[in-house]
């Protein structure tokens, strides 16, 4: 079946850093989505791309859909503490027939 | 706006009980609704989805089952729970097959 792989799995680091992660198909998606989930809440919608080459900003955070449509990243500047929590990609489209293919997640430790 | 529910938020059962979660959708009429299970291990996995009244699609082969009894509502069932049905129960809807929106989820432990 399809699958995303994403990286990295996990990430520490210090408060203030930049956050960098993203996430690969062999498929061709036409949505890319970005999505954090704090500890025992459900996932929350940071960022959609609907176009390749679309690059995103939603305050600190920054995303782009890849010119192949196979691939997407991540971006998050001047980490805070509030930025702790689990990161998760997904691809949609015609050939995911309504359904999201998600990434395993990113999960984000940031020491203040 | 819309908005999600899901019912309840945590449930401990015990193996071999009767099952029922609920996930109800406010502000939009014919949403597509899936239905998600999430491990400690954090992968998310698609269990059903409905487009619309009545209408379910299995994923994966298993002991719960999923029912649709109204436009907005989406229940998940089990006649008799395992101890691996314990997990992170999630609901979201999508609006013709594209982004989704999730609910709070329901933390599951069966015993």
């Known amino acids: 079946g399809q699958q995303l792989n994403q990286s990295p799995q996990s990430m520490f680091i210090q408060e203030g850093e930049d956050v960098s992660m993203n996430c690969t198909s062999s498929s061709i998606f036409n949505t890319w989505l970005w999505y954090k989930q704090d500890p025992g809440e459900g996932p929350v919608l940071l960022i959609a791309?609907?176009?390749?080459?679309e690059l995103t900003s939603n305050g600190r955070l920054t995303a782009q859909f890849g010119i192949t449509r196979k691939d997407s990243f991540l971006n998050i500047s001047a980490s805070i503490p509030s930025d702790v929590g689990i990161y998760f990609c997904?691809?949609?489209?015609?050939?995911?027939?309504?359904?999201?293919?998600f990434g395993q997640g990113t999960e984000l430790s940031v020491k203040p | 706006s819309q908005t999600i529910h899901q019912w309840p938020a945590t449930l401990v059962q015990p193996v071999g009980s009767p099952l029922s979660l609920e996930c109800t959708v406010e502000g939009t009429s014919n949403p597509n609704l899936y239905w998600y299970r999430q491990a400690a291990g954090r992968g998310l996995q698609l269990l059903f989805y409905s487009v619309g009244i009545g209408q379910i699609s299995s994923e994966v082969p298993q002991n719960l089952s999923a029912s649709r009894p109204q436009d907005r509502q989406f229940i998940l069932s089990s006649k008799k729970l395992l101890l691996s049905d314990s997990g992170f129960y999630l609901c979201?809807?999508?609006?013709?097959?594209?982004?989704?929106?999730f609910g709070p989820g329901t933390r599951l432990l069966v015993l």
């Open positions: 791309l609907y176009k390749a080459g």
């Open positions: 997904a691809g949609g489209g015609y050939n995911q027939g309504g359904k999201l293919i």
């Open positions: 979201a809807w999508s609006w013709e097959g594209g982004t989704q929106y």
